[in-house]
Nanobody
């Protein structure tokens, strides 16, 4: 079992650059692909960013490409989402997730989920 806990959310002004963290416990998340998803009020949960356990190629949703960066520290069992140039469309609950194999952008490809952290962008 892997437990995931997100942190770093809150109220941010437009143009801000917060960093979200997701700490894993229970077992090492080495070998798991990691992803970030977000869910805005009244909308479905959408893929934001993902990377394989090896730290290779990263994948980003078009809406965040060039502004967000996913990274991981396998020693600290932590994955990060650096968010830059935020706008009000980025307001959502952000979730991190871990999955075996190559889950890619598929929500159902991820086995473990955090509780989410709210990011609210004010204009």
């Amino acid at each position: 079992q892997v437990q995931l806990v997100e942190s770093g959310g809150g109220l941010v002004q437009a143009g801000g650059s917060p960093r979200l963290s997701c700490a894993a416990s229970g077992r090492s998340f080495n070998g798991f692909a990691m992803g970030w998803f977000r869910q805005a009020p009244g909308k479905e949960r959408d893929f934001v960013a993902g990377m394989p356990w090896s730290g290779g190629s990263r994948d980003y949703a078009d809406s965040v490409k060039g502004r967000f960066t996913i990274s991981r520290d396998n020693v600290k069992n932590t994955v990060y989402l650096q968010m830059n140039s935020l706008n009000t469309d980025d307001t959502a609950v952000y979730y991190c997730a871990a999955g075996g194999g190559r889950p890619g952008r598929r929500i159902h490809g991820y086995n473990y989920w955090g509780q989410g952290t709210q990011v609210t962008v004010s204009s």
